[in-house]
């Protein structure tokens, strides 16, 4: 089974023109029609360009680790199991190609299209605790490195923006 491997990194809110300057944006709709403590099962229309996919996702945390699935299916799945998400999200992703591979930049979009919580990740090889270089304009737009396995940041709870701007204020803030 493929297992995820990934760190995250809240960087700011305002970069997102930065990161336009670098890649051209993927735009990604997310919704999750299960809730169940330590599994995830999402489906996620991205569209690049004209082109767009759909992908069914099913994660497991184990407790050692996080299993995950991930298979494209048709658009008539996806808006079945759309309809059945309670949770929904958009998002506008940047992703790095070489030689930051595996680093990616999303900026989570309100209904007014306004970005209210934006954070970068690089997937990792299973094993591997910390990427081997970070690229300079997500360290230079760094607000707070999340700590690995902290769930506060999963895109699920980050869907809602009120839960996602009360957790970007309360960083730094002892708990």
């Not at 999750?32 to 004209?50: C, I, W």
């Not at 299973?126 to 304009?137: A, T, V």
Request: with cysteine.
């Amino acid at each position: 089974m493929p297992t995820e491997n990934e760190r995250k990194w809240v960087i700011a809110l305002d970069s997102e023109k930065a990161f336009s300057e670098i890649a051209r944006p993927l735009h990604i709709w997310q919704g999750y029609p299960s809730a169940v403590r330590g599994m995830t099962v999402r489906v996620r229309r991205v569209k690049d360009g004209e082109k767009e996919t759909y992908v069914f996702t099913y994660k497991n945390n184990t407790g050692t680790r996080v299993i995950e699935i991930e298979q494209e299916i048709d658009k008539r799945d996806y808006d079945d199991l759309w309809n059945q998400s309670l949770v929904r999200m958009e998002k506008v992703r940047y992703k790095y190609a070489a030689p930051y591979k595996g680093w990616e930049v999303d900026f989570f979009k309100d209904h007014k299209d306004k970005t209210y919580f934006a954070m970068a990740e690089c997937e990792m090889p299973e094993g591997q605790k910390e990427p081997d270089k970070m690229p300079k304009l997500v360290k230079n737009n760094l607000i707070f490195a999340v700590p690995a396995n902290d769930e506060r940041f999963s895109s699920k709870l980050l869907a809602d923006p009120r839960y996602a701007s009360k957790l970007f204020a309360g960083l730094g803030k002892k708990e």
